[in-house]
């Protein structure tokens, strides 16, 4: 059973979700982790972990790597929305524009 413990707008967020964004939190500041050491930190098992993990890998840029120098690792030069500058905003904002115009027919 996942049990919604807050609420947010319209949306209900589970303890898996939050547990999910401090995670993403965490990799975005320390770059690299390992599994064991995450479920450690979380108090949860390391399948628990690898779940998340893998859902995690769909929405943001990390990814992970077996071996003595394995874990799970945040893909270098990626930015918390805090980390943007002024110049990124005016990036995506241009590219949004360049992409977001209705192409004429010929």
Known sequence: WKIPILLKG?????EAEKRRNAIVEHL?????DTIPNLAFEFHVSERTI??????????????????RQGGVFM??????????????LKSFKNIILKYSKPKKNK
Do not use: C, M, N
């Not at 319209?10 to 589970?14: F, I, Q, Y």
């Not at 930015?79 to 002024?86: D, F, N, P, S, V």
């Open 50 to 67: 690898q779940r998340d993990i893998e859902k995690i890998s769909l929405r943001e840029p990390i990814y992970t790597l077996t071996g």
């Open 10 to 14: 319209e949306e209900l967020v589970t």
């Open 28 to 32: 975005y500041f320390r770059r690299h």
């Open 75 to 88: 893909v270098e030069g990626q930015k918390q929305a805090g980390e943007w500058t002024k110049e990124d």
